[in-house]
């Protein structure tokens, strides 16, 4: 059975990891893969840079990528919906271009909500 949820996280002033921080803890990434979503991340940095900080975290994503490059993860997966977090335009432009929701990393749906994943 294909994961039907894919979340694409920005790094830099979205995940409690980032510089600046953000506000998303790593706990939600952790429980997104748990909940058998596939996970990773799409940011401004460079791949192995992202590689080197989700190992350093101890989290073992499904992708990283540039965030003008979230068409193509898209394209490695068969998921039903895809949704990017990030904190800036570009994340938001970058995410729609691709065909991803996008939610601010301040404004991600309370848990239960009917937009939300969890």
């Known amino acids: 059975m294909a994961p039907m949820i894919l979340i694409s996280f920005d790094i830099d002033g979205t995940l409690e990891m980032g510089d600046p921080p ?6 939600l990434v952790r429980l997104a893969k748990e909940r058998g979503y596939v996970v990773g991340s799409a940011s401004d940095r460079t791949l192995l840079d992202q590689r080197r900080l989700w190992d350093h975290h101890d989290i073992d994503v499904d992708f990283v990528s540039n965030k003008h490059r979230l068409h193509e993860v898209r394209a490695q997966f068969t998921v039903r919906r895809g949704i990017h977090i990030g904190d800036a335009i570009m994340d938001e432009i970058s995410a729609h271009h ?8 301040d404004a ?3 848990a239960g909500d009917e937009n939300w994943v969890f």
């Open 22 to 27: 953000g506000p998303i803890p790593l706990a």
């Open 98 to 105: 691709a065909g991803f929701d996008f939610w601010y990393a």
């Open 108 to 110: 991600i749906p309370a």
